[in-house]
T-cell receptor
Framework: NAGVTQTPKFQVLKTGQSMTLQCAQD?????MYWYRQDPGMGLRLIYY???????DKGEVPNGYNVSRLNKREFSLRLESAAPSQTSVYFC????????????FGPGTRLLVL | RKEVEQDPGPFNVPEGATVAFNCTYS??????FFWYRQDCRKEPKLLMS???SGNEDGRFTAQLNRASQYISLLIRDSKLSDSATYLC????????????FGTGTQLKVEL
């Protein structure tokens, strides 16, 4: 039982490049989330998916797109990376709503030059 | 004003000490409250939920004061392994599917 896994662990991009961050959970959870964490800002919700087939914007969705591929997988795509997107990205999942325990993946450290 | 505010610390305490963190939140409609723990360069993990009547889990005690809109976490008999950043987390308005995280309070327990 791996919990929540994320790939890649680290990535360096040039401005304007695109990439997809992958997330998968094996706990049969319904809800999944993407956060970013920046110094002095706390974790901020980018997008979330309350169930397979649905996605909703969080606090900071601009510059990102998501896909809930199936119940297990929730990907985050940066179409045209900008230096302001340099951050640590965490994927999380919960059995039901966000007020249930959220389980986080190990994070992806992204640097955009 | 931030939705959730915490003293960033660091709090440097000797092993065995008792330490308390406070957190204030701005939205009186918030219904659910948590403390998460985050070790350096790791992911956050739930430490405990915070209930209106206060709750305890071993050396950890959490309390909620709705009237003053603050949450506290008390750690007794601090261990070296308690060194981490403690995140105060509050449910957001507009539905139950969003949490707001504080920036965290850093704790360093020293010999």
């Amino acid at each position: 039982n791996a919990g929540v896994t994320q790939t890649p662990k680290f990535q360096v991009l040039k401005t304007g490049q695109s990439m997809t961050l992958q997330c998968a959970q094996d706990m049969n959870h319904n809800s999944m989330y993407w956060y970013r964490q920046d110094p002095g800002m706390g974790l901020r919700l980018i997008y979330y998916s309350a169930s397979e087939g649905t996605t909703d914007k969080g606090e900071v969705p601009n510059g990102y797109n998501v896909s809930r591929l199936n119940k297990r997988e929730f990907s985050l795509r940066l179409e045209s990376a900008a230096p302001s997107q340099t951050s640590v990205y965490f994927c999380a999942s919960s059995l039901g709503s966000a007020v249930e325990t959220q389980y986080f993946g190990p994070g992806t450290r992204l640097l955009v030059l | 004003r931030k939705e959730v505010e915490q003293d960033p610390g660091p709090f440097n305490v000797p092993e065995g000490a008792t330490v308390a963190f406070n957190c204030t939140y701005s939205n009186s409609a918030s219904q659910s409250f948590f403390w998460y723990r985050q070790d350096c360069r790791k992911e956050p993990k739930l430490l405990m939920s915070v209930y209106s009547s206060g709750n305890e889990d071993g050396r950890f005690t959490a309390q909620l004061n709705r009237a003053s809109q603050y949450i506290s976490l008390l750690i007794r008999d601090s261990k070296l392994s308690d060194s981490a950043t403690y995140l105060c987390v509050v449910s957001s308005t507009g539905g139950g599917n969003k949490l707001t995280f504080g920036t965290g309070t850093q704790l360093k327990v020293e010999l």
